[in-house]
């Protein structure tokens, strides 16, 4: 099947080469980083995660929003789904990647990386990271690709992959519950320290995964022969929406316990991201804009007028996905060390660099989305003739 | 169908075989390849115990506040960082500090009250590891690169921290500094009895267990002209526990249930 990858239009292999460039540069930066240390980052001694893991942290929520198809199809037998689960399951695989790509890149000494297997050790929650991710990937690309393989050969799915697929739904869940816990485990940050932060996770992942599943499903549709169905599209836009809007309602959990109670170690970090702290307020117009455009996102889906026009739709997901992106990938992690544990207020913003290499991520995942999907179509377009 | 299982194996072949190649680019670019070593435990791998070497059921420190000044706090600084090869970076974002002061409100962010004893305004506080009993930044290490010994002190084994910087944010005191570049380029005077760290791994105080290990107490106590006392926190017959006995002491955010063995004599 994998041929169907080397398969393609120029213009297929034009947007390949694209990738390539956008890699090859990241690559580069890269490379500097390898030789000078994360010091070309604008990471510091206060602020010591930061694009990298923020990444990392909202890719693991794309790769677990997966299950938001493979429930529908699998548990409740809604056999629209069955279309496009597997882009589901693709989307989840490069996701996965890139989350591994993020982590290394964000590692000061990234060639002794397996130490981790080396010195096993279960009280670490990066451990069971590593563990919840690698075996969600695993899973992901064999069912993905062997389910794929039964339909081009028009056969049903391989008897052994049910256990599977029914392990795939806890599994999801797992990867971005084990996320929260490198966070809300740690007695320091009261940020983090809350319950409620590996639900709003898995709640803001099952919207801004779906929304930018439903993107690429009416991008696949422009520029390929299969059509992904529009029953389906629409039903994505409902989980969208269900899932932005538990995601705001467990946010404004955390701000009432917050302000309400008024301990400081909980309000500086929010009052930094929304209103700057002691002067110093980087975050601030993202913040507001990510909230803007997360509100936008759900007015939008929850018309049913403008859910159902296309056009709209595609809008409110781009909403939703880039406020989620911003909330999850810049503010939550920053926030979380500003102010220190010494209640000092020294702020963070990504450095060129920094962000060229995680936009050579971004590439590689694409470009392994794009094969992919190029075999996924490839079969569909194989079978429709 | 057997064509597509073997295509499937192909693909994934290449895919590991990527992955590794990965590895061995990084492992070709760093400058320093003695990534792990064999020994199963980093625990092991800490200073030979001289016959004279101070030892302790759990090693603990008593800042007595009243003693200190601007100047006995900069001596204190001096001669651990010069000990450590800590290096002296402009840039403030990648600061390495293992001692250092501070005030008093940020030292105790929660004890800061309106209307706080005139002598705290402007008093340096040094702050450090806490060398805690419940420490969080082994718990979150996933390579046990930062470990405690039997004598309560938390160590780094720098060649096995793959610097993830976990135990950073573990860290509810702010004493670990990351390598975010070779410190070596900043160290003015080399300490060749210690060794020196390099660019992309977690360091901190390691309560001067080398000076231990050949019967001497921490380079800050000595330079501290009495206004730090060290000790056995476990046993009731130290000075250490004598000074407790008889002085109200408090720790830094001693809530968070990680026991914290830097006591400060207010």
Not at chain 1, 68 to 86: C, D, E, Q, R, S
Not at chain 1, 118 to 128: A, E, K, Q, R, V
Not at chain 2, 156 to 178: K, L, N
Request: charged share 15%; with cysteine.
């Amino acid at each position: 099947m994998l041929e169907k990858a080397l398969k393609g239009s120029k213009a297929y292999w034009l947007w390949l080469f694209a990738l390539l460039v956008i890699i090859g540069v990241g690559f580069g930066f890269y490379l500097k980083q390898l030789d000078f240390g994360l010091g070309i980052t604008g990471m510091n001694r206060d602020v010591t995660w930061g694009f990298y893991i923020a990444q990392f942290t909202f890719l693991v929520g794309v790769a677990a929003s997966a299950v938001m198809l493979v429930i529908p199809y699998y548990l409740h037998n809604y056999k629209a789904f069955g279309k496009i689960t597997i882009m589901g399951e693709f989307l989840a695989i490069a996701a996965v990647i890139m989350c591994i790509l993020f982590i290394i890149a964000d590692l000061g000494q990234p060639m002794r990386l397996l130490n981790v297997l080396l010195y096993p050790t279960p009280h670490s929650m990066l451990f069971w990271d590593m563990i919840v991710l690698s075996g969600y990937l695993l899973i992901n690309l064999v069912v993905g690709w062997n389910v794929l393989d039964a339909e081009r050969n028009s056969v049903p799915p391989a008897k052994w992959l049910k256990p599977l697929i029914y392990l795939s739904v806890p599994w999801a869940v797992s990867i971005h519950t084990v996320t929260a816990f490198l966070y809300c485990g740690l007695p320091g940050r009261g940020f983090w320290l809350t319950a409620v932060l590996a639900p709003r996770f898995l709640a803001s992942a099952f919207a801004a995964g779906p929304a930018f599943l439903i993107l690429l499903c009416l991008l696949v549709r422009r520029v390929t022969n299969f059509d992904p169905g529009r029953e389906q599209i629409q039903t994505l836009s409902k989980v969208v929406v269900y899932g932005s809007i538990a995601n705001m309602f467990f946010f404004l959990c955390e701000v009432f316990v917050a302000m309400y109670s008024q301990i400081p170690e909980h309000l500086d970090h929010l009052k930094y991201l929304f209103f700057g702290l002691h002067g110093h307020g980087t975050l601030v117009p993202w913040m507001w804009t990510a909230m803007a455009l997360i509100v936008a996102g759900i007015v939008l889906l929850l018309i049913p007028s403008a859910r159902k026009n296309e056009a709209v739709l595609a809008v409110a997901c781009a909403f939703t996905f880039i406020g989620i992106w911003i909330d999850k990938g810049m503010g939550m992690v920053a926030g979380g060390f500003v102010p220190n544990p010494l209640h000092e207020v020294n702020e963070y913003f990504p450095t060129f660099p920094e962000v060229m290499i995680a936009v050579a991520v971004y590439g590689t995942g694409f470009l392994i989305l794009t094969m992919l999907y190029k075999v996924f179509v490839g079969v569909k377009e194989e079978l429709a003739a | 169908m057997e064509n597509n299982r073997r295509s499937f194996l192909k693909f994934a072949g290449v895919s590991v075989l990527g992955l590794g190649s990965l590895s061995l680019l990084d492992g070709l670019t760093s400058d320093d390849v003695i990534a792990a070593s064999g020994q199963t435990s980093a625990a092991e791998a800490t200073y030979k115990q001289a016959a004279n070497a101070l030892t302790a059921q759990r090693w603990g420190m008593a800042i007595d506040t009243r003693k200190l000044n601007d100047r006995i706090c900069r001596n204190m600084e001096k001669a651990c960082h010069r000990l450590h090869n800590v290096p002296d970076l402009e840039n403030k974002k990648h600061e390495i500090k293992w001692i250092w002061d501070t005030e008093y409100k940020h030292a105790f962010p929660a004890k800061t009250d309106p209307f706080l004893a005139e002598r705290f305004e402007h008093l340096p506080i040094p702050v450090l590891c806490n060398h805690c009993a419940n420490p969080p930044c082994v718990q979150a290490c996933p390579t046990q690169a930062t470990f405690q010994r039997e004598d309560g002190i938390v160590l780094m084994d720098f060649h096995r921290c793959i610097g993830c910087r976990f135990c950073m944010a573990a860290c509810p005191y702010g004493s670990r500094s990351f390598n975010f570049r070779d410190p070596r380029e900043a160290i003015k005077n080399q300490n060749t009895e210690f060794p020196t760290r390099m660019k992309g791994v977690v360091e901190k105080c390691n309560f001067c267990a080398e000076r231990l290990a050949v019967g001497k107490q921490p380079a800050c106590v000595e330079a501290s002209k009495g206004a730090l006392i060290f000790g056995d926190l476990e046993d009731p017959q130290s000075e250490i526990r004598q000074v407790l006995k008889e002085n109200y002491a408090i720790r830094r955010k001693q809530n968070l249930g990680t026991n914290p063995s830097v006591y400060y004599l207010v």
